[in-house]
């Protein structure tokens, strides 16, 4: 699947959970969920990435039955309710979570822990030949905050998810069903956000398509002086854009519509710029 993608496409978030940093308990019910979806749809989304657990700084993990009971009933209503053909992503590191949101109509596995929580999840992706995103994360949810550290941040990620990449294969996941993603956020400071942001083209240089997530997240705030999650909605495109001009190929994010203008401006610049007449 990723190996098709010619220009940006963009995950919208729908965490069905009451403690997430931005939205947490705004779509716990089924009918909150679906006008979510609905509107998201609307606003051009490529894929819905449903999750069951905070991933936030300090969250506590969250047990198989639970995620199950949050995930599943929203992805059923989701096929049966509202499109049959949309793209969904399951958003868990645990591999029998990720199973029952296959079974339930779920395309996508998004895996922060890169398959490291669980190793039946690499197993379980290349069983069901199904796409799946591999993160790098320093640390887990709840002790990645606590003071990260690298000497290298840009070329320790890119090694680990080298690493990663062998595992995934290994496993027999196939090429085109590989993503990476660089984990803005996920155990790193502000300037390790910043230098990885400022170097993403470097990552293109692993050989597989990459998704950004900076979506309302806190590093930006630090520079803007917001505090309010909320606020960081043109923050957010400004890194759309950016991630665009370098080369990124997919966007995780709360706004679909403001994110989606910041990547059609820059998607347009990068063509124009690639085709310019040479000189001489």
Known sequence: MFNKITKPLFMGILNVTPDSFSDGGQYTEIDSAIAQVKNMLQEGVDIIDIGGESTRPGSESVNIEEQISRVVPVIK????????????????????????????????????????????????????????????????????????????????????????????????????????????????KRDDNIRLLAHLSQLMSIGYPVLLGTSRKRFMGSICSVSKPSELVTATAVTTALGVMAGVLMFRVHDVKENKQAADVAWAIKQANNHAPKAG
């Open 77 to 188: 209503a989701i096929r049966n309710e509202v499109s049959t053909a949309a793209l969904i992503s399951i958003d868990t590191t645990l591999s029998e979570v990720a199973k029952a949101a296959l079974d339930a109509g779920a395309n996508i596995i998004n895996d922060i822990s890169a398959g490291q929580s669980d190793h039946n999840m690499l197993t379980l992706a290349a069983k069901k030949n199904v796409p799946i995103i591999l993160m790098h994360m320093q640390g887990t949810p709840k002790t990645m905050q606590d003071n990260p550290g690298y000497d290298d941040v840009v070329s320790e990620v890119i090694e680990s998810l080298k690493i990663r990449v062998d595992a995934a294969l290994k496993a027999g996941i196939k090429k085109e069903n590989i993503a990476l993603d660089p984990g803005i956020g996920f155990g790193k």
